[in-house]
């Protein structure tokens, strides 16, 4: 039925417009549902993981074994191969069994690069402390420690997986990991940020303390943020199947947020970090390790 005084044309215009704004809102349906840009979306990021793993692994200077920042390169290097292998094959990685098997080869990246950006977070504590004349004998058993508990738990929980594959054990699995990204976020909140306000009380005249402030702040955010949206992504993952990463029908989503949690961030804190170190005479370079 026509509104007394509205003209028919008017009426038709804005049914027709009502009727394309709906078949335009189904884009993120539509291709979500196509086998071509599932493909295209994982090999885009296949080839965004392979070009970050290429950005600084062979600079580092070769002279003086594994430093702690070869580690981090070389655990960045790793994530990052290991994630370009499998979004090159994710549509034979979906397919793979037991199921267990996709379990590990996608959520194994991720604890790598929680042990990636843990180690930073070591650093800086023991540069923390060492400039306020503490002990740090304890902190790198305790980064092992950590490690090795998240490791086992995480481990376990495939082992369980594998034995009996049940939905509550899954959402557990996630949610311990959401659970891993908060503690990785808080980590960079307080070691980043008593790091940066201990530089601020350096006098203003010390050489380079401008620039270790801009980076250790940078850093600190970007870290901090990217662990934090894991967490919440984690989440959402584990209790709403409409934000399911581990599926090949949600390629917009997963190419958001492997862009906001590992691809971005690497990006910016490996530039952030782009300067070498010098290369002068073994009696003159003492790297701390």
């Not at 580092?60 to 390169?73: I, L, N």
């Not at 267990?100 to 790598?112: F, G, K, N, R």
């Not at 495939?158 to 939905?167: F, G, T």
């Not at 702040?217 to 949206?229: A, D, H």
Request: hydrophobic residues 50%; glycine residues 4%.
């Amino acid at each position: 039925m026509v509104a007394r005084g509205v003209p028919e044309e008017a009426v038709m215009a804005v049914v027709v417009a009502a009727l394309d704004f709906t078949e335009t809102s189904n884009w993120w349906r539509d291709i979500n549902a196509s086998p071509l840009w599932q493909d295209r979306t994982f090999h885009l990021l296949s080839v965004l993981y392979g070009i970050v793993q290429l950005v600084r692994i062979q600079l580092r200077v070769p002279e003086y074994g594994w430093t702690t920042q070869k580690v981090f390169h070389f655990l960045n290097f790793f994530v990052n191969g290991v994630r370009c292998f499998v979004f090159v094959f994710r549509r034979d990685v979906q397919k793979l069994q037991p199921e267990i098997v996709q379990h590990i080869l996608l959520d194994m990246p991720s604890l790598a690069f929680f042990t990636t950006y843990a180690l930073l977070v070591l650093f800086w504590a023991e540069i923390y402390y060492q400039a306020r004349a503490v002990s740090t004998d304890g902190l790198r058993p305790s980064f092992y420690t950590i490690n090795a508990v998240v490791y086992v738990i995480q481990i376990a929980l495939w082992l369980i997986l594998w034995w009996k594959p049940v939905s509550l054990l899954v959402i557990l699995s996630k949610m311990f990991f959401a659970g891993v990204s908060l503690f990785a976020a808080l980590g960079f909140l307080l070691y980043g940020g008593r790091l940066f306000l201990m530089l601020q009380r350096f006098p203003v005249e010390s050489k380079g303390r401008r620039k270790k402030l801009q980076e250790v702040g940078y850093v600190t955010t970007i870290c901090f943020s990217c662990f934090l949206i894991r967490c919440v992504m984690m989440c959402f993952n584990a209790f709403d199947k409409a934000a399911d990463l581990d599926v090949l029908d949600h390629p917009i989503l997963n190419l958001i947020y492997y862009l906001l949690v590992e691809i971005l961030p690497s990006s910016l804190v490996l530039f952030i970090l782009r300067k070498l170190p010098p290369k002068r005479g073994i009696t003159q370079y003492h790297p701390i390790r």
